[in-house]
């Protein structure tokens, strides 16, 4: 029997996934970041009433570990549930962070045609609307280390096939291993769709049959960068003509590096900066754009933001809300990693205190440069004249004096050093 549909494939929605490092930051849009989640589900939700899809299948992570709100779990269901009041099916499974949850065990879906499948074995869905068999099997503990996809039955004949599998595969960078298995096995299935989950970046194993990695829903944290949502299939005639990203992220995540070129002063630093943050926020199509900045390249002004790290992130922070508006962009962290413009080889050679000095902070060892700056911090702090309460925990005086100078701060000490040398 010859079909033609469309269905949505999702997973590691992570609702209500609490909230990384944010505490700590006061400027932080925490609420919008805390809420995110929440949007992104509704999004998918709406698109799929909007375009009257035929099904969503969700592969695993509904929640976010051991979180005991309830009223994530009433979220849920309460968006499952306007699915199910038009007619469009909901398959999913659990994974690995919702058989930590409460609240996913004692979830009850909201109508017949939402369902959450077996953790005992492998179930099978019959959509009855559509020639469409839907596989899988939920997480019953975290650690699910055995080949589960194994398991799963054989294709359903004359019917379209679709795989729910919370899994690694072979293994992913930066991905707890759960339920191994490999690309050939899926293959040799039969099974003309494998909606996979758990890895959070979007990714197309094979396209004969499709394998693919839909990645998750809404970006958590500045390492889930990019563009985050689901994957909409259309099926013609029994054939998939497209498995294609569907954008539905609330809050983006990004990167912004801005390489200076060696004439660039603070001035020029910043004008080159707001107009990488403004392309970035185009990118992000609206959304509140949450980035790391960073600044690298020799130029003129390092020297500026050398000796004055702390004012020189504030006057890129403050660019960077005049950029676009506070309530499109966030600077979630800034980092000045520029060099110096200077060629010590002539100071180098020279027989003087100079060369000797050049030579020696070329070759000193980092832990007596970084005792030097604190005995410096130590005697700078002593002054009743220094603002300690003003300056931060990141203030490189603050570091030093604690004790807690970083590789980085030190190399930049060197720098600073190096570069009033060759100013003469």
Known sequence: MMATFRFLHCADLHLDSPLRGLEANPDAPAERIRSATRRALTNLVDYALREKVDFVVAAGDLYDGDWQDWRTGQFLVAQIAR??????????????????????????????????????????????????SIHGQSFAARAETTNMAQEYPAADRDRFNIGLLHTSIDGRVGHDTYAPCSVDQLRG???????????????????????????????????????????????????????????????????????????????????????????????????????????????????????????????????????????????????LATRPMIDTSALREREDATGRLVRALETIDPAQLAAALKTYADRMLGHASWPRQELGKEHPVMQAAEGTVSADLVERARDLLLARIAEG
């Open 189 to 335: 299935h039969g099974y003309q769709y494998w909606a996979l989950g758990h890895v959070h970046r979007r990714e197309v194993l094979s396209d004969s049959p499709w394998i693919v990695f839909s990645g998750n829903l809404q970006g958590r944290h500045i390492n889930e960068r990019g563009s985050k949502g689901a994957t909409l299939v259309t099926v013609v005639d029994d054939r998939i003509t497209a498995a294609e990203p569907l954008v539905l992220d609330d809050v983006r995540w990004d990167r912004v590096e801005v390489t200076l070129p060696n004439d660039a002063d603070e001035d020029a630093a910043l004008e080159l900066t707001r107009a990488a943050l403004l392309d970035a926020c185009r990118q992000a199509g609206g959304r509140l754009l949450a980035t790391r900045i960073v600044l690298s390249g020799a130029c003129a002004a390092h020297v500026a933001f050398s000796a004055d790290l702390h004012g020189a992130r504030e006057r890129l922070r403050a660019e960077a809300m005049t950029a676009a508006g506070a309530d499109a962009i966030w600077a979630e962290t800034i980092t």
């Open 83 to 132: 699915l199910c009041a038009a007619g469009i099916p909901f398959i999913a499974i659990r994974g690995n962070h919702d058989a930590e949850s409460i609240i996913t065990r004692r979830l009850r879906m909201p109508h017949e045609t939402a369902q959450l499948l077996s953790t005992r074995r492998p179930e099978t869905v019959r959509l009855k609307h559509l020639p469409v």
